[in-house]
């Protein structure tokens, strides 16, 4: 997967693409996999890193959504419980079964909830994770060790599914391109190209990385960038209202003992009426999330003091040791892309998750919204319309059943290699190869340099923010030790990528800048 051989497929003026998709997240990757299955001549572009805004920074859930069940939003959940299945069907090296539990301090909660999640096993069919039952107070106590026991009188148990976003971000990349789709990143799309009678008829866009530039044709384009769809609809109809607003969701990562335990938490109601979560990951555990309203779209949201302070708080009420910010390992901000409501509200809380396409009068399909668990769904609808709108040949589609590059059945998860699954046997023969490249590169991380190595010949990474961020998660796992290992990253990326010293030392400058965004106060790299 070599990104100067997909710069090549871009630069020949003469390609007519069936499908042109602008976004490269989850959405984005979803319909080039669609695409491409199907048999359509597709082309996929990305401003700057694959996952690199909201679909990296999810709280790596695959679920239905039990408070959208609370909110009467049915529909929404039976859907998202199927896609649940079909993710695990075909990525199982991805997915885990993950026991919930939630920690009942009132009478009447282990029996209210029970009733509840019995409804979203039954929603989940034959695809269910788990049944969900009542627990004594014993029982949730080796489950959670951690969580707080003044009052608690047992618990309830219900199952969803996890996942590592980016990762799976980065195996549908792979599963597009092994399907003939090509695929770039770091190439921004700069004006949308239209025929004399209005209808679009292509792009231009540049390589950032070489400032090349493009003139590409296609038959359709998909706008699909999630949180800046805006930006794109507005190169086509400048005068259109803006239909999506910010909200951010913040996530902490603390150490897993501060949950004690395998098994997640979920708070259903905070303060504020939120759903908070305490979830294992990567031996860690990512606390939150919060959704407060935002004016403006930015590439790299940064988490806002009072939802630090919110999360440290109410997970503080409900777990025996309290996080405190000493204990943050690395926060990271994510913005969602939700449907502008009425005149009048700043609520973003009650705004459904589901998705919405858009076709204009110029032949752009649009979707926004929706989650990761929805991804494939997502892009089948928006394909299937852009099929419409565009007039393309009709293609039926076959990604409900379609493996997911690294498909793997068994997989050990001792470490965080799991994720590779059956690339895993490809790194481990670089090693055989180059003994040095076992080494770790850090003492609190199990990452190894060939991982960096893989991930700049395999997997299209460019910079040392697309290996520690999106393809080893060292960035979103401990932002200290990311900082601390970036010089030799950047060393070893010189190497395999023939770059000299001052791309090396503009490469550590840039990351541990952005890096400074995932802790609370600022550090420097040891010496």
């Not at 909201?54 to 939003?73: E, I």
Request: proline share 4%; hydrophobic share 40%.
């Amino acid at each position: 997967m070599k990104r100067s051989d997909q710069i090549n497929k871009i630069a020949n003026p003469e390609t007519l693409w069936d499908v042109l998709i602008i976004g490269g997240g989850a959405t984005g990757l979803g319909l080039a996999v669609d695409a491409a299955s199907r048999g359509y001549k597709t082309l996929l572009l990305e401003q700057h890193d694959f996952a690199k805004s909201t679909s990296s920074r999810s709280t790596k859930l695959v679920h239905g959504g039990v408070r959208y069940l609370a909110q009467g939003d049915v529909s929404l959940v039976i859907e998202a419980l199927r896609e649940r299945g079909r993710l695990k069907q075909n990525a199982p090296h991805l997915f885990k079964s993950q026991r919930f539990i939630i920690g009942n301090y009132k009478w009447w909660e282990k029996p209210f909830y029970t009733i509840g999640l019995t409804v979203y096993d039954i929603l989940s069919g034959s695809r269910t994770l788990g049944r969900s039952k009542p627990l004594k107070k014993n029982t949730v106590l080796k489950e959670i060790p951690q969580i707080k026991q003044s009052n608690l009188k047992g618990g309830v148990v219900y199952y969803d599914g996890q996942f590592d976003d980016a990762r799976l971000a980065i195996n549908l990349l792979q599963t597009a391109i092994e399907h003939d789709a090509t695929a770039a990143n770091y190439i921004e799309v700069t004006s949308l190209r239209k025929n004399t009678n209005a209808t679009l008829n292509g792009v231009t866009a540049i390589d950032k990385i070489t400032n090349q530039e493009f003139t590409i044709k296609a038959k359709s384009i998909i706008n699909a960038t999630g949180i800046f769809v805006d930006k794109i609809l507005q190169m086509d109809a400048p005068e259109d209202d803006n239909i999506v607003r910010p909200s951010q969701g913040v996530h902490l990562v603390v150490d897993q003992s501060f949950l004690g335990g395998d098994s997640a938490i979920m708070i259903p109601k905070t303060s504020d009426g939120r759903v908070l979560f305490g979830v294992p990951w990567h031996g860690k555990a990512i606390l939150g999330t919060t959704d407060t309203p935002l004016k403006e779209f930015v590439l790299e949201p940064v988490a806002l003091e009072e939802e630090v302070d919110f999360i440290l708080k109410t997970a503080g009420q409900y777990l025996e040791k309290q996080p405190t910010k000493e204990d943050v390992l690395s926060v990271f901000a994510g913005l969602r892309p939700l449907a502008a409501p009425k005149k009048g509200s700043n609520s973003t809380k009650e705004i459904s998750r589901s998705h919405k396409i858009i076709a204009s009068d110029s032949g752009l399909v649009t979707v926004t919204g929706g989650k990761w668990t929805t991804y494939r769904e997502m892009a089948e609808e928006t394909l299937d319309k852009a099929i419409e709108v565009c007039h393309l040949e009709n293609k039926a589609c076959v990604s409900k059943n379609l493996r997911i590059h690294g498909y793997q059945t068994t997989t050990d998860r001792s470490n965080f290699s799991y994720v590779y699954g059956s690339d895993l046997k490809k790194i481990q023969e670089l090693c055989d190869n180059q003994p040095e490249l076992r080494d770790t590169l850090h003492p609190r991380f199990d990452f190894i340099k060939a991982e960096v190595v893989w991930a700049i010949h395999h997997e299209m990474a460019l910079t040392i923010e697309d290996v520690l961020a999106r393809r080893l998660r060292a960035l979103f796992l401990d932002a200290r030790a990311a900082i601390d290992i970036a010089p030799k990253v950047a060393s070893i990326m010189a190497k395999e990528m023939n770059k000299d010293k001052d791309w090396e030392n503009q490469q550590v400058n840039d990351f541990i800048e952005l890096a400074q965004n995932y802790l609370l106060t600022p550090y420097k790299p040891e010496k």
